[in-house]
């Protein structure tokens, strides 16, 4: 029984850093009403998610999650009831069950606001379709594999994608008009638009990627806001390994 207990109230450790301060959504999540559904497929209608979190008590909106560019179901989506209660439910009894031949993730969230119903990825899906090597018919097919093991180290993987842009910041942050992350001088926390030398580097767009040992130059290049174009003194090392669909869970 107590196991059954365990999985029937799952606990979330994910925050989306891209929208909010983890303070914020963890104040936000005890009063919640809103879900996030994941790993749905990319034909899975909003009347069919309606219909099934309907079960658990009056859902509010829908809100489809959508591929940047194309506009198109991207295999996620933000479920809206009218009170906490109704959302806990929804969250201990559909976590992990199967729906529409897929296990889902129901998950609590802090609130949909404008933009984050747009997957994050260079395609414009979810990174993780971007990230993946497998084929998931259900989800677009062959996964782009823009995440890749470097031989001989496989506890090591770099970003081979195009990224020319941030994942995007939303709420306050985009309101003030922060400047995009690769616009930024290096400081360990913004990342070059060419990486660095030494160390672990970032890619475009704040893009971890992560090597082995590598030539070390002790330096790197960025832009410099208030001066034009110039070269940042930064080392450029990135404060760890991204993991596999870390930004869109």
């Given at each position: 029984?107590?196991?059954?207990?365990?999985?029937?109230?799952?606990?979330?450790?994910?925050?989306?850093?891209?929208?909010?301060?983890?303070?914020?959504?963890?104040?936000?999540?005890?009063?919640?009403?809103?879900?996030?559904?994941?790993?749905?497929?990319?034909?899975?209608?909003?009347?069919?998610?309606?219909?099934?979190?309907?079960?658990?008590?009056?859902?509010?909106?829908?809100?489809m999650g959508l591929?940047?560019?194309?506009?198109?179901?991207?295999?996620?989506?933000?479920?809206?009831?009218?009170?906490?209660?109704?959302?806990?439910?929804?969250?201990?009894?559909?976590?992990?069950?199967?729906?529409?031949?897929?296990?889902?993730?129901?998950?609590?969230?802090?609130?949909?606001?404008?933009?984050?119903?747009?997957?994050?990825?260079?395609?414009?899906?979810?990174?993780?379709?971007?990230?993946?090597?497998?084929?998931?018919?259900?989800?677009?097919?062959?996964?782009?594999?823009?995440?890749?093991?470097?031989?001989?180290q496989p506890d090591?993987?770099v970003y081979v994608?195009?990224?020319?842009?941030?994942?995007?910041?939303?709420?306050?942050?985009?309101?003030?008009?922060?400047?995009?992350?690769?616009?930024?001088?290096?400081?360990?926390?913004?990342?070059?638009?060419?990486?660095?030398?030494?160390?672990?580097?970032?890619?475009?767009?704040?893009?971890?990627?992560?090597?082995?040992?590598?030539?070390?130059?002790?330096?790197?290049?960025?832009?410099?806001?208030?001066?034009?174009?110039?070269?940042?003194?930064?080392?450029?090392?990135?404060?760890?390994?991204?993991?596999?669909?870390?930004?869109?869970?």
């Amino acid at each position: 029984m107590a196991h059954l207990y365990q999985e029937l109230t799952p606990q979330t450790q994910y925050f989306d850093k891209k929208s909010f301060t983890k303070e914020k959504w963890l104040a936000c999540i005890k009063v919640s009403r809103t879900l996030y559904v994941g790993n749905l497929s990319f034909y899975t209608t909003e009347e069919q998610i309606h219909e099934l979190f309907s079960k658990c008590g009056e859902v509010k909106k829908v809100v489809m999650g959508l591929n940047r560019f194309k506009k198109s179901p991207c295999g996620f989506c933000f479920v809206e009831y009218f009170t906490h209660e109704q959302a806990a439910q929804a969250v201990n009894l559909l976590n992990k069950t199967n729906f529409d031949e897929r296990m889902i993730r129901v998950d609590w969230d802090a609130g949909i606001v404008e933009g984050r119903q747009f997957g994050r990825g260079e395609s414009g899906d979810q990174w993780r379709d971007d990230f993946r090597d497998d084929d998931d018919p259900a989800r677009g097919g062959q996964g782009r594999n823009l995440l890749r093991r470097i031989e001989g180290q496989p506890d090591r993987q770099v970003y081979v994608g195009q990224r020319k842009h941030a994942h995007g910041k939303f709420g306050k942050e985009a309101e003030e008009g922060e400047p995009p992350a690769k616009m930024r001088r290096l400081d360990g926390s913004a990342a070059s638009p060419w990486g660095a030398f030494g160390g672990h580097a970032v890619g475009p767009g704040g893009l971890p990627m992560s090597f082995g040992a590598v030539p070390s130059f002790n330096m790197a290049y960025a832009y410099d806001t208030s001066k034009g174009k110039g070269k940042g003194k930064g080392k450029g090392k990135s404060k760890g390994k991204r993991n596999r669909g870390e930004d869109d869970r």
